[in-house]
């Protein structure tokens, strides 16, 4: 079992910037998909960014821009860079990790980010 610990949601004005860790709880394969999803109240869950072993990048068109993922493989933990936060960038972000290679995926157990205006 693995196990996504996330940091560094929090409270920021427009405008600002804030960085999302996630570290997986142990080794895992070298082939595998990292990514951020958000939850806005009321909305569904939805991709924001994903980062592949490969290094292969894929982000929601809005946050293309003013968002950069990122990984380090030898630590196993995918990053966040949030910049130009929007008051609609308010919501739970969620970690994923997919090993397809195990036929697994993991989910963080999210960290709120709010925007204020």
């Known amino acids: 079992q693995v196990q996504l610990v996330e940091s560094g949601g929090g409270l920021v004005q427009a405008g600002g910037s804030l960085r999302l860790s996630c570290a997986a709880s142990?080794?895992?394969?070298?082939?595998?998909?990292m990514g951020w999803y958000r939850q806005a109240p009321g909305k569904e869950r939805e991709l924001v960014a994903i980062t592949t072993s490969g290094g292969s990048t894929i982000y929601a068109d809005s946050v293309k821009g003013r968002f950069t993922i990122s990984r380090d493989n030898a630590r196993n933990t995918v990053y966040l860079q949030m910049n130009s936060l929007k008051p609609e960038d308010t919501a739970v972000y969620y970690c994923?990790?997919?090993?397809?290679?195990?036929?697994?995926?993991?989910w963080g157990q999210g960290t709120q980010v709010t925007v204020s205006s």
């Open positions: 994923h990790l997919n090993i397809p290679a195990w036929g697994s995926n993991y």
């Open positions: 142990r080794s895992i394969s070298r082939t595998n998909n």
